[in-house]
T-cell receptor
Framework: DAMVIQNPRYQVTQFGKPVTLSCSQTLNHNVMYWYQQKSSQAPKLLFHYYDKDFNNEADTPDNFQSRRPNTSFCFLDIRSPGLGDAAMYLC?????????????FGPGTRLTVL | DQQVKQNSPSLSVQEGRISILNCDYTNSMFDYFLWYKKYPAEGPTFLISISSIKDKNEDGRFTVFLNKSAKHLSLHIVPSQPGDSAVYFCAASAAGNTPLVFGKGTRLSVIA
């Protein structure tokens, strides 16, 4: 029944070692988002895809990249993780853009950087 | 520079009483507001929303009030139940294809 699935749920990586987080959806939604949430902080939008159109937030570091090979899947690549990148990464989807479209979140991937 | 502020990190309420969670915003362009609820080990789930053309929206035990002049909204849960214990995020968006802006969340504990 899960609609937005994130794998893995927990990821440990070493400082500087590239890591990829995965998100898939069964909702057939046009939009997929990646958020970063640090402890006791608000979820922060990194980027989103509307279909194949990629939209990067202005303050998202270049270290973070994303791929969306098809409607169902979206990946977050962190090229050289630093200690400051340890966080919960949330994937979300919505049918369309705009704040009135409900976003459906996955359970998140907690990233630890050693 | 936080555009959406939830100044209370936590709140404890007795079962059966009213829970009031507050949210303030600074961007006068925001015209749509949402509350999300998050249980541990799960992603946030949509709870209730309100458009700026309204000042109240009700859904069962949950009511959201919007005071545009004060740039303040609140979520009322009555009566509170132990299953309502979660982190509640306030979020806002402006017209057009603008992203949601989230607050830091308030952890609600409903004590039986």
């Amino acid at each position: 029944d899960a609609m937005v699935i994130q794998n893995p749920r927990y990821q440990v990586t070493q400082f500087g070692k590239p890591v990829t987080l995965s998100c898939s959806q069964t909702l057939n939604h046009n939009v997929m988002y990646w958020y970063q949430q640090k402890s006791s902080q608000a979820p922060k939008l990194l980027f989103h895809y509307y279909d194949k159109d990629f939209n990067n937030e202005a303050d998202t570091p270049d270290n973070f990249q994303s791929r969306r090979p098809n409607t169902s899947f979206c990946f977050l690549d962190i090229r050289s993780p630093g200690l400051g990148d340890a966080a919960m990464y949330l994937c979300a989807t919505s049918r369309d853009l705009g704040g009135t479209d409900t976003q459906y979140f996955g359970p998140g991937t907690r990233l630890t950087v050693l | 520079d936080q555009q959406v502020k939830q100044n209370s990190p936590s709140l404890s309420v007795q079962e059966g009483r009213i829970s009031i969670l507050n949210c303030d915003y600074t961007n006068s362009m925001f015209d749509y507001f949402l509350w999300y609820k998050k249980y541990p080990a799960e992603g946030p789930t949509f709870l209730i929303s309100i458009s700026s053309i309204k000042d109240k929206n009700e859904d069962g035990r949950f009511t959201v009030f919007l005071n545009k002049s004060a740039k303040h909204l609140s979520l009322h849960i009555v009566p509170s139940q132990p299953g309502d214990s979660a982190v509640y995020f306030c979020a806002a968006s402006a017209a057009g294809n603008t992203p949601l802006v989230f607050g830091k969340g308030t952890r609600l504990s409903v004590i039986a």
